[in-house]
């Protein structure tokens, strides 16, 4: 009998463990050549979590963004950097997650208890026209893309240079071409590295998928982007990343675009 008494205490614990301490944070690794940002710090439970600084199309206007996955609770805080000077307001927007922030010196923190794509607005009014830090608190993937599955593809069998150096959109579109044409199509997959494009055009049954630490930069010259098709009279559109008349195809991954 008393055996039996010390043994269901142990059984309880080791089923209420899991539920009580269970959080994890993964962050992404910055893509190669990434610059940091010189105005926000990130951590998540302690951990450091990089900060994206990047150029917008606008050459006067830069944005930066934090991401990483997560599960259960955890504890984020935002530093800011740009001044030593304490913090006097911190907004994190959507209002309707009414997520309430702490403010500490110049450290702005709470807790997310699930995933959350959040703008954090540090002595700064929320409006459209400030920029913010784009904050992005994703859910582990499920059954991500790997290398040597049936249906996956590596960008790497067509040989293309993932350094950034050499332009590869004719070998991006003939791998795009040939994975839309196998039974079913397939995943082509960009392992960490940058590669250099012009327009990409998507074909059905194709599934682009950009690893964590993977970046698929375009190009600045507007001749490597030819106009896509559009109706008799409508305006030349170019873009980066084109699905026209296409079903079935998207863009996953942890990477960047």
Not at 89 to 99: E, K
Not at 131 to 152: I, S, W
Request: proline share 9%; aromatic share 10%.
């Amino acid at each position: 009998m008393e055996s039996r008494l010390s043994v269901r205490p142990i059984v309880l614990l080791s089923i209420l463990w899991p539920v009580a301490i269970f959080a994890a944070v993964t962050p992404y690794p910055p893509y190669p050549g990434a610059v940091p940002s010189v105005a926000y710090k990130v951590t998540v439970d302690s951990q450091p979590v990089f900060v994206h600084n990047f150029l917008t199309y606008d050459q006067f206007n830069w944005m930066d963004y934090a991401s990483f996955a997560m599960t259960g609770k955890v504890h984020v805080a935002v530093t800011n950097l740009v001044s030593e000077r304490k913090l006097i307001t911190c907004h994190v927007r959507p209002l309707a997650y009414g997520i309430q922030p702490q403010i500490s010196g110049n450290t702005c923190s709470f807790d997310l208890d699930r995933p959350r794509y959040l703008v954090i607005f540090l002595n700064e009014e929320a409006i459209f026209h400030s920029a913010g830090l784009m904050f992005f608190a994703e859910p582990p993937e499920k059954n991500p893309a790997k290398p040597g599955d049936p249906n996956v593809v590596n960008i790497m069998d067509y040989k293309v240079d993932s350094t950034g150096k050499t332009l590869e959109t004719a070998k991006i579109n003939q791998a795009i071409s040939e994975v839309s044409g196998r039974p079913g199509g397939g995943v082509l997959y960009f392992p960490p590295g940058i590669y250099l494009t012009g327009t990409v055009s998507m074909k059905s049954n194709v599934k682009l998928y950009v690893d964590a630490g993977a970046l698929i930069r375009g190009s600045t010259k507007s001749a490597d982007y030819p106009s896509v098709p559009t109706p008799a009279g409508g305006r030349q559109l170019r873009a980066l990343i084109v699905f026209n008349d296409v079903e079935n195809a998207g863009l996953a991954g942890r990477g960047a675009i």
